[in-house]
Structure formats: structure tokens, C-alpha cells
């Protein structure tokens, strides 16, 4: 089983970022995926989530209006489009996959997570 982040790297306040989530090992169109980030001596938070289908999507209320999360599993790729990005969203990222549509506070129930890709936003 393996999820692997990619995208990530250093952009300007305002900028934007596409993260990928390619997964192989599993059976992908079963699961949900969530994206999470961390910050140095944050707590790890919840970003996005996914239904396996794609039909249903939230996002925390810090990212809504400017993050995008779609999935292709045809590719079993999952995307998080980061638009107006802000300092505060520096960080590492993560996607983590869930049999179940779970809610992203229960981030430690997530079966399977990838190895993480940074993100900085910074003049």
C-alpha cells in the first residue's frame, strides 16, 4: 500500500499550488481520501475530504472558497487545488485514505497516509 504526495514547493502569498495523491496497493475507488497539513508546532488539521465516488466533499472553514479537492480514479489520483494561498497555510501535507467517509477530526482512524509534501507560502 502506498500514497504518494507530490506538488508541493514554495509560492508567493496569493499564489497557487496543485497537490497530487497517487495511490497503488489498494483498491482506491473503495475509499475516501482526506488531505491534512501540519505546521511546526501545530497540531495536524484537517483540510479536505473525499468520498470514494467524488460525490460529496468538505472542507475546513479556513481553506473554503479557495481549496478544490477532485479525484480521478480512473488514475487513482486524488488532486487538492490551492488557490489565494496564505502564510498561515504553510506546512507539511498529507493525504490519508478511509474505508469510511469519516469525519477529519477522527484523522488517526485513517488506514493508510502518505509520506507528506511541504508547502510554504512566504515573500
Known amino acids: 500500500v502506498q500514497l504518494v504526495e507530490s506538488g508541493g514547493g514554495m509560492v508567493q502569498p496569493g499564489g497557487s499550488l496543485r497537490l497530487s495523491c497517487a495511490a497503488s496497493?489498494?483498491?482506491?475507488?473503495?475509499?475516501?481520501i482526506g488531505w491534512f497539513r501540519q505546521a511546526p508546532g501545530k497540531e495536524r488539521e484537517g483540510v479536505s475530504r473525499i468520498s470514494s465516488s467524488g460525490a460529496r466533499t468538505n472542507y475546513a472553514d479556513s481553506v473554503k472558497g479557495r481549496f478544490t479537492i477532485s479525484r480521478d480514479n480512473a488514475k487513482n489520483t486524488v488532486y487538492l487545488q490551492m488557490n489565494s494561498l496564505k502564510p498561515e497555510d504553510t506546512g507539511i501535507y498529507y493525504c490519508a485514505a478511509s474505508r469510511f467517509y469519516r469525519p477529519m477530526a477522527d484523522w488517526d482512524k485513517y488506514n493508510y497516509w502518505g509520506q507528506g509534501t511541504q508547502v510554504t507560502v512566504s515573500s
Open positions: 496497493g489498494f483498491t482506491f475507488d473503495d475509499y475516501a
